[in-house]
């Protein structure tokens, strides 16, 4: 691998410990690791990337996403929808897909992520029809060049036994056990600079049993790996878990060993006071997802109390389904804007989002290589273009790339390797892929 310099920045936000923000400054990145941050840099045979008139940042990093919902976007009969009524409406669509449908919606939907800078990625798959397995998610994420956490989901109660989903989407509980040990043992990395691990996330407590959830955490605490599911996304699901667990989510999780560091919880929109207490004692983490929450009519997740009893807050853009885009740098300013809609204008500043879509997810997905731009940190880096029209006049360019834009990156590097250049895609054939993916889509509305 060969070195790489980023040379002469206007700005790099190193979200080190101290939260530097340098000026005039160079990146100097050796084997996938940054060896050397400051002015005047010497390049030796390192690749050199001018950054001038741009601002650097630490590589974006989502917390929560379903890449297979890139082939339903904007579907319909479920665009004005709460969550049950929304999930209703597309199950029996999903339940067409095979392997072509997952790999496929996978590819465009990490495009779309390294386009918005985004380095590190969880994806939570929690159905697998038709022969779909999560390797199709993992293979796409091996050829788009991005690091990919890969949550292995699961169902196990169908329609017949209580539940929401069809029987047709719901597995043995025996072989969803099974198939989490096969893709852990396969394709787990635990080492530092990892492209890829895997977690073990059952979808929601609505779509498993309280055996599962709780054979599930053991698992993944054998196999030293992490834990996600969603929890508490809107009224409906406080209902659920008060009709059928005698508690609200908050308690029904810890009472089944989904509390702690290695656990993350997509949403949590509805969490008291009492449970933000628990997440923050627990150090149990949040992927907050806004665009999804507004979109369902979810709520405003109090990101803000959260993140004042210290818990662990990361972005996540959720499935292009619910939000419809992919975009995390939007998903940043939404946060934002919601968080002074709840609590006032000075609740939540665009350097604190920025940490949250940089540092804070790292913390939330257990990467303590990742998330900032310091010595020994490994190379994951967005170069953004300041000097386009969306920028024009900025007085504060941090500032600026969340108020003004761009909303596009210019440069992305993931371990030092360029995935995009120069606003384009360094990885895949875009053009090609996107016509796959209109065919898959006018498959399943023939359908």
């Known amino acids: 691998m060969s070195d790489l310099l980023i040379r002469r920045a206007r700005c790099v936000v190193t979200m080190d410990d101290a939260r530097r923000e340098l000026s005039d400054a160079d990146i100097l990145c050796r084997d996938g690791v940054i060896v050397a941050i400051g002015q005047g840099l010497e390049a030796g045979t390192a690749q050199v990337v001018s950054a001038e008139g741009c601002l650097v940042t630490p590589g974006l990093i989502n917390t929560h996403h379903h890449l297979f919902q890139t082939l ?7 665009q004005d929808a709460l969550l049950f009524g929304w999930l209703k409406t597309l199950y029996p669509i ?3 897909f095979g392997p072509d449908e997952i790999r496929t919606s996978a590819l465009i939907g990490l495009a779309e992520l390294a386009l918005s800078g985004c380095s590190l990625t969880s994806d939570h798959l929690y159905l697998f ?13 091996q050829q788009i060049g991005v690091r990919l956490l890969a949550t292995r989901g699961a169902m196990s109660i169908g329609e017949s036994d209580g539940g929401l989903p069809p029987d047709s989407l719901v597995e043995a509980e025996s072989a969803i056990l099974n198939d989490c040990i096969r893709v852990i043992d396969r394709y787990h990395d635990a080492a530092p600079g990892a492209m890829i691990q895997v977690g073990v996330a059952p979808c929601s407590p609505f779509s498993v049993s309280r055996e599962l959830m709780r054979d599930a955490a053991m698992l993944a605490r054998d196999k030293g790996v992490r834990l996600h599911t969603h929890l508490a996304e809107n009224d409906e699901d406080i209902a659920y878990s008060l009709a059928n667990f005698g508690c609200r989510p908050g308690q029904y999780a ?6 702690g560091d290695d656990v993350w919880h997509a949403h949590c929109v509805k969490l008291d006071a009492h449970e933000i207490d628990l ?11 806004p665009c999804s929450n507004c979109r369902l009519g979810s709520g405003i997740a109090p990101v803000r109390a959260m993140r004042d009893a210290g818990v662990r807050v990361g972005l996540g853009v959720d499935g292009s389904a619910s939000n419809d885009s992919g975009n995390l740098l939007s998903e940043a300013r939404q946060a934002m804007l919601l968080q002074r809609v709840a609590n006032g204008a000075d609740a939540m500043s665009v350097r604190e989002t920025l940490e949250i879509a940089t540092r804070g997810g790292a913390e939330v997905l257990g990467r303590q290589d990742l998330g900032q731009l310091s010595l020994g940190m490994r190379a994951d880096i967005a170069v953004w273009d300041m000097t ?13 790339l969340l108020l003004s834009g ?4 210019r440069d992305l590097f993931v371990e030092g390797r360029a995935v995009v250049s120069g606003g384009q895609l360094m990885t895949l054939d875009l053009a090609r892929t996107i016509s796959d993916q209109n065919r898959l889509v006018a498959r399943l509305m023939d359908n």
């Open 388 to 400: 386009g029209i969306e920028a024009a006049g900025a007085w504060d360019p941090v500032a600026a």
């Open 94 to 96: 999903w339940a067409r």
């Open 72 to 78: 339903t976007r904007v579907v319909p009969a479920g």
């Open 129 to 141: 029809p038709n022969g779909a397995r999560l390797d199709d998610s993992i293979d796409a994420a």
């Open 254 to 259: 810890e009472d089944l060993g989904w509390t």
């Open 406 to 409: 761009p909303l596009r990156v």
């Open 279 to 289: 997440f923050a004692r627990s150090r149990t983490g949040v992927a907050h997802c």
